[in-house]
């Protein structure tokens, strides 16, 4: 195993130390899992029982480990396509759950229970009879039941779709999601007690790029709002996935020339960031419906970037190239995909290129609502 981020001890909020310390990671993991080596980028395949020294030091580090590829349809012990299920990197459990103020007699619900070491943590705080975690993938839902089980935490783990919630245990007074929402259903604010907070992983389709939203329920039940708190990386929930569009269905096999040329003075180093806290993306993605976008990988010093509508055959590319100050544009179909991602970036670079966490989301029974700073001055999100 590589990598300092890998071997770095984990300092959980002190409220939460008794509870790490009483539950190690290695407890809820399968004896095959592929964690994510942080130098190499790439997911190992480790078992506990051919080699346990590097299952535990993997256990014990700071990565991410998938535990199931392809909805479960995944055999063998090569990496499979798709992640499905996983256990999210410890510094960011234990980040979550100091932004969930969690307080001793709370009743929780958790979406997706993966290994279930997030609801045991919970359940180590509150007792397992006031949390309920919901898994969707019904052998997910089973091995979590049994490691609860085997740590003496027996919480109630429901086989289900999380997006329902589950009602028969509200009201509760904290909800946190751990996997990534494009919509955030009402159904968890109508469960919610007033005042109780809803943490989660939210962005748009216009990028992978998403944020942790604490959205605290409103006195009258009727809308949960708040600000983003950190950018983050989790799988979808099934329903929420990306169906990825189909370049030639957008895009005529003659090539880009068919479509309306312009030009641009927004540069790469503007459009793209470096690394995954993507803000850019994120914040265009606020402000642009029904669109996504695909970086090609440089060649030759061009790099092309792909838009793709949502809702039509709307297609855009913007071509940058190493060493021009402006960079070309093709645009065809009833939308100009690129003018609304060059108005939505102004609009970011207007208000002084904003961080995540001055942005914030507000979901009532009519949908959802982004804005900056003010929650006052929203508009219709996702
Ligand atoms: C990152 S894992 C959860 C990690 C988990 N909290 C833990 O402590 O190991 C995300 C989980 O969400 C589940 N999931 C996806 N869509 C779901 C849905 N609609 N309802 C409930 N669970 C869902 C996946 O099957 C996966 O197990």
Not at 26 to 39: C, Q
Not at 71 to 86: I, M, Q, R, Y
Not at 193 to 212: C, K, N, R
Not at 234 to 244: D, G, K, P, T, Y
């Amino acid at each position: 195993m590589t990598g300092d981020d890998q071997a770095a001890p984990l300092s959980p909020p002190p409220d939460w130390v008794s509870a790490f310390t009483a539950l190690p990671r290695s407890a809820f993991l399968p004896d095959l899992m592929w964690p994510h080596d942080m130098e190499t980028k790439r997911n190992v395949a480790v078992s506990k029982s051919e080699d346990p020294g590097a299952w535990y030091a993997y256990a014990g580090s700071n990565s991410p480990i998938v535990t199931q590829w392809d909805d479960g349809a995944h055999e063998g012990v090569a990496p499979g396509k798709v992640f499905t299920s996983s256990s999210s990197m410890p510094s960011l459990v234990a980040s979550m759950l100091a932004d969930l103020d969690v307080r001793s007699g709370h009743r929780v619900l958790e979406v997706g229970s993966g290994t279930g070491w997030n609801a045991a943590l919970l359940a180590h705080r509150v007792g397992a009879e006031n949390v309920v975690t919901v898994e969707l993938d019904a052998a997910v839902a089973e091995s979590a039941r049994a490691a609860l089980a085997r740590v003496g935490l027996p919480v109630r783990v429901v086989h289900g779709d999380g997006l329902l919630g589950y009602p028969r245990g509200a009201p509760y007074d904290r909800t946190v999601a751990t996997c990534g929402l494009r919509a955030v259903p009402f159904a968890w604010v109508e469960q919610a007690a007033p005042g109780g907070v809803i943490l989660v992983p939210w962005g748009t389709y216009f990028s992978f790029t998403e944020a942790t939203a604490r959205l605290v329920v409103a006195e009258d039940g009727r809308s949960a709002s708040g600000p983003f708190t950190q950018p983050v990386n989790f799988m979808r929930v099934r329903s929420q996935r990306l169906l990825w569009p189909e370049h030639s269905a957008y895009v005529p096999a003659e090539g880009t020339d068919v479509a309306e040329k312009s030009s641009t003075s927004i540069t790469e180093a503007d459009f793209l960031a470096s690394d995954t806290a993507d803000i850019v993306s994120f914040a265009i993605g606020l402000r642009l419906r029904d669109c996504t976008h695909v970086a090609d990988r440089k060649r030759d010093g061009v790099r092309p970037v792909w838009f793709y509508g949502l809702t039509d055959r709307s297609w855009a590319v913007v071509v940058f190239r190493d060493g021009r100050s402006e960079a070309r544009v093709h645009q065809s179909g009833p939308r100009r995909l690129w003018a609304e991602v060059e108005t939505a970036y102004r609009w970011w670079e207007k208000h002084g290129k904003p961080e995540f966490t001055r942005f914030g989301l507000t979901v009532a029974a009519t949908g959802q609502r982004a804005w900056l700073d003010d929650p006052a001055d929203s508009w219709p999100v996702g």
